[in-house]
């Protein structure tokens, strides 16, 4: 059973630019997150998707957005790039239960380099 | 207060001893908890979750859960320099949407 699928691995931008990273949950998983990890901030969460809809949102600039297809692969967005926007991005799936116990499974992670 | 946290350490255990990570959350109403090694450079590796009060073991790992007391911890026995990584508690809170919190992580070292 193949597992969470980030890409790309590495990606270095310049201030200003955006950035789109993409997350193939494990098959069968609906329910998607986001997290931003930094040395000195741990991981943050950043928001999850359910269905396609986003159901709820850490504390972060709007500059950070996200979106669920169909499939269930999701993307994040990051517009305006920031020196501070470095950091590893995680995503995690998750196959939500009835009685709402979920494990959550990380993908690899993409390290963002902004310079 | 941080809603859950950690001694971020490093914690320094000689090879064969019983390791002891703690954890307590703020939150009450949280319903899961979940126990990730992540290795450096590496993305965080589900080890343990529990659900109920008391002990759940797994191979060398036990979790402990007092939710009276807000505390979850992750005992590792006969510890290997391969268990040397951070391990980061993860408590989730049910109710119309899930919310993940992670603490910092504690910092394990395993002394051969």
């Known amino acids: 059973k193949a597992g969470v699928t980030q890409t790309p691995r590495y990606l270095i931008k310049t201030r200003g630019q955006q950035v789109t990273l993409s997350c193939s949950p494990i098959?069968?998983?609906?329910?998607v997150s986001w997290y931003q990890q930094t040395p000195g901030q741990g991981l943050q969460f950043l928001f999850e998707?359910?269905?396609?809809?986003?159901?709820n949102k850490g504390n972060f600039p709007g500059r950070f957005s996200g979106r669920q297809f169909s499939n269930s692969r999701s993307e994040m967005n990051v517009s305006t790039l920031e020196l501070g926007d470095s950091a590893l991005y995680l995503c995690?799936?998750?196959?939500?239960?009835?009685?709402?116990?979920?494990?959550?499974?990380f993908g690899q992670g993409t390290r963002l380099t902004v310079v | 207060q941080k809603e859950v946290e950690q001694n971020s350490g490093p914690l320094s255990v000689p090879e064969g001893a019983i390791a002891s990570l703690n954890c307590t959350y703020s939150?009450?109403?949280?319903?899961?908890f979940f126990w990730y090694r992540q290795y450096s450079g590496k993305s965080p590796e589900l080890i343990m979750s529990?659900?109920?009060?008391g002990d759940k073991e797994d191979g060398r790992f036990t979790a402990q859960l007092n939710k009276a007391s807000q505390y979850v911890s992750l005992l590792i026995r006969d510890s290997q320099p391969s268990d040397s990584a951070t391990y980061l508690c993860?408590?989730?809170?049910?109710?119309?949407?899930?919310?993940?919190?992670f603490g910092i992580g504690t910092k394990l070292q395993v002394i051969p």
């Open positions: 995690a799936s998750s196959l939500k239960t009835g009685a709402g116990n979920t494990e959550a499974f």
């Open positions: 098959s069968g998983h609906r329910s």
């Open positions: 998707y359910f269905s396609e809809t986003q159901r």
């Open positions: 939150d009450r109403g949280s319903q899961s």
């Open positions: 529990i659900y109920s009060n």
């Open positions: 993860a408590v989730l809170r049910t109710g119309g949407y899930q919310k993940v919190t």
